[in-house]
């Protein structure tokens, strides 16, 4: 059986979580990784229906997202979750679940400032929140932790999601958590 | 990789769905199968915090058990499901998903009377629920659509659990999920 892990993305709206992973899973399966995508929109309807943006709301759906991904991790595949998780104390929850079971936990955070983000805004989410129209928007009138001592820290802005996903490759390669090429 | 399979029970509170899984279950484990258990306990802890007895709610509780054990089958695992899922459309669903995966799907019908469950009666569910103190109880003021074709049909009165798991084991042999012995 292989080493099971989580990739856990953690970042603002907008800082490229869901952008990256696109980019690293194609190449993870390619390389005999079994890992299952757990990203906002596939948490959302499928395991978070009903869930709002308390944050009370938001520990519950991260630990449910961990509780899924620790369940692959702990049989020998990968979870790969990209959920903002703004707060610490649920993502560190979460790490002790995995390791507690055996798996690896690979937190990646993903430090694109706040101002990069509102100007993607990809969704249109900042510019409503920004006027009012949405509340408790991560950034805006929510906080966000960030990782103090994530295992992989990447940059978006000048960086493409290829080359993040290479980062990943190379931690992930390092850590023998898979093959090096 | 291994074909990966659902075994899904379903059946009234008190009807067996616990107790035949924890018979069957680490049998499965002794054979090298590699099975996670997504049980009544577990799943309103870890998945569905929230949710009530609506069919609404029921629905979402059992599409969301289906996901995660869908996740798990569609990589060559296996999940064990003991849910009530008192609704055929919605197993159904879940047994299409699970199918459209590359997974089997074998569902697990306690066919235990209603008079049976009444008088075992495990947590006390039952005199509340005749009492009037809890609504929406399966078999009680709630629906129970039996399934008319299932895999496996068990009778629980007249056997132990250990016979059971047998039955189940014999069904998982002969469709080749798991090694003769």
Redesign the interface.
């Known amino acids: 059986m292989s080493q099971g892990f989580v990739l856990w993305f953690t970042g603002l709206s907008g800082s490229g979580k869901t952008t990256v992973s696109q980019a690293v899973v194609p190449i993870l399966r390619e390389r005999g990784v079994?890992i299952?995508v757990l990203d906002g929109d596939i948490v959302r309807t499928?395991?978070s229906?009903?869930?709002g943006f308390s944050k009370e709301d938001r520990d519950?759906n991260i630990?449910?997202v961990g509780?899924?991904a620790n369940?692959?991790a702990r049989?020998?595949?990968a979870g790969c979750c990209a959920c903002i998780s703004p707060y610490t104390a649920i993502r560190d929850t979460v790490r002790r679940q995995v390791e507690a079971d055996g798996g690896v936990f690979i937190e990646v955070f993903m430090d694109t400032p706040l101002d990069a983000c509102i100007q993607r805004d990809p969704k249109g989410l900042y510019k409503k929140a920004l006027a009012g129209e949405i509340k408790q928007f991560t950034g805006i009138d929510d906080p966000y932790e960030a990782p103090t001592d994530p295992e992989i820290r990447l940059q978006t802005v000048d960086t493409t999601p290829e080359q993040c996903a290479q980062q990943i490759l190379a931690v992930l390669e390092e850590r023998g958590l898979i093959p090096s090429v």
Request: glycine share 12%.
């Open positions: 079994k299952e499928n395991l229906k009903g869930l519950t630990l449910r509780f899924v369940l692959l049989n020998g595949l």
